[in-house]
């Protein structure tokens, strides 16, 4: 992964015990970068330690990261690096033995998909902070 900022010198929360912290401890020890992680114990005190200023940065999924900026009392103040340095799939829970329900949403999510309305999803509620991230590889 290419890191195009120089986050040398800065301090990087992420809460701890996460993939996402144990992958932004090895990108940063592979690539030899000198920044200090803060462990954290949510994102909500992520948020918090990033306004305060007790942080320069917050390392987390980027879906987490774009719902705190829009939740946040002005999310013009926040922007979201485009550089992923990892992948990791999401999914939908659904009540154990709800086979109908399931199928329901396996067809309506395959379908939007399929016909790339997903796109239009997904850029309409998040692509204000990652705008190609939504995009079909």
Known sequence: T?????????KIGVVKGTTTAAALKKLFEDAQIDA???LLKSTDH?????????????????IVLI????TTENPKNFSILPDLFSYEPFALAVRRNDADFRLVADRVISDLYR???ILKIYDKW???FAPNAGRLK
């Open 67 to 70: 719902g705190l900026a829009l």
């Open 46 to 62: 992520g948020i918090k330690a990033l306004v305060k200023g007790e942080i320069d940065a917050l390392s987390a999924d980027q």
């Open 115 to 117: 016909s790339k309305k």
């Open 2 to 10: 290419k890191i195009r900022n120089n986050f040398a010198g800065k």
């Open 36 to 38: 200090e992680i803060v």
């Open 126 to 128: 998040l692509g204000r």
